[in-house]
């Protein structure tokens, strides 16, 4: 029996490469929704399925998404579509809390037509200046103050209310830094190895000793779809990510050396707001699903390079 599954924001990063390897498998049927504001279509997948159908539309907008519920009745949604990128949802307060509007649209729908779960990329921005390492899913607090954390902070609230009130599962993943070939060019590990592979500078904000982890895509993949094939973290929340920590500096310095790069690294002023000082999750669950080692940091940034999906810009 085919399942029927809705990934919206689809033709971005995470979710065209989530359509790529749900799409894999012939029993689904994938349909992808998107605005293309910060995304592109030449990331959607090609199935040899014949099993993803791309759909331009905007979540935030009920008449141009209902018509595609109604038209499909899925089985499940990945709820992935929103403004990303620190720059762009500082630079955009209003246009990010419209989100808002889309995760109400996403979860109404839902519920009227039978969808039986509701995947949501919530963010480790929840956890504002975290007070506690690692961060852990139910103990630490959320603090979060930028609109961008604050609508995924919403978006987590609609969803234990929707499954309080009319018992629509939800599974909430808490994403930490996911990279892979077909990131987007202002991301930072992209935006580095671009600089890196043409030998020019690398530019850090502040002094470089805010610590990131960063999780490549296929573990990323692995630990979502295990969840979604095994009915795991169900009505729950799981940190996506690694438990390596480095500095930006350092980062910085990893990629010069993997790349053989002539680049320098120039520090300019740090951001206002919006650039936390540490990220590391508690990644007791993500280990769990992952069910594996962690693809190590040198190794993801190799297999980006080589990649044919990588182009430098």
Do not use: W
């Not at 609230?157 to 202002?186: C, H, M, V, W």
């Amino acid at each position: 029996m085919t399942r029927k599954i809705l990934i919206t924001g689809g033709a971005g990063f995470i979710g065209s490469s989530l359509a790529e390897r749900l799409s894999s498998n012939p029993e689904n049927y994938v349909v992808i929704v998107d605005n293309l504001l910060t995304s592109n279509q030449s990331k959607i997948p090609r199935s040899v399925h014949q099993n993803v159908k791309f759909i331009k539309a905007d979540v935030n907008d009920l008449n141009d998404i209902s018509s595609i519920f109604l038209a499909y009745r899925f089985d499940y949604v990945f709820h992935y579509a929103a403004v990303v990128g620190v720059k762009r949802t500082l630079a955009n307060p209003v246009m990010v809390l419209t989100d808002i509007q889309g995760i109400n649209n996403i979860l109404s729908l839902s519920k009227n037509t039978g969808v039986k779960r509701v995947f949501y990329t919530s963010s480790s921005e929840v956890y504002g200046e975290p007070v506690e390492y690692p961060q852990n899913e139910h103990t630490t607090p959320l603090n979060s103050r930028l609109p961008y954390a604050i609508v995924k902070n919403v978006g987590e609230a609609y969803l234990r209310s929707f499954k309080r009130e009319f018992d629509l599962d939800f599974t909430i993943f808490r994403l930490f830094n996911t990279y892979g070939p077909k990131q987007s060019a202002d991301f930072v590990i992209t935006k580095f190895l671009t600089a890196a592979l043409k030998d020019k500078d690398i530019t850090i904000y502040g002094d470089g000793s805010q610590t990131r982890t960063f999780c490549y895509i296929e573990d990323h993949l692995d630990a979502t779809c295990r969840a979604f094939y095994e009915n795991l973290v169900l009505n729950d929340v799981a940190n996506i990510g690694t438990d390596q920590e480095i500095t930006i500096l350092d980062l910085a310095r990893v990629i010069i050396d993997v790349t053989q790069s002539k680049s320098k690294i120039v520090h300019l002023p740090s951001l206002k707001e919006g650039d936390m000082t540490r990220r590391k999750p508690d990644v007791t669950k993500m280990k769990e699903l992952l069910n594996r080692d962690f693809t190590d940091l040198e190794s993801g940034l190799l297999k980006i390079i080589k990649s044919n999906q990588f182009v430098i810009s």
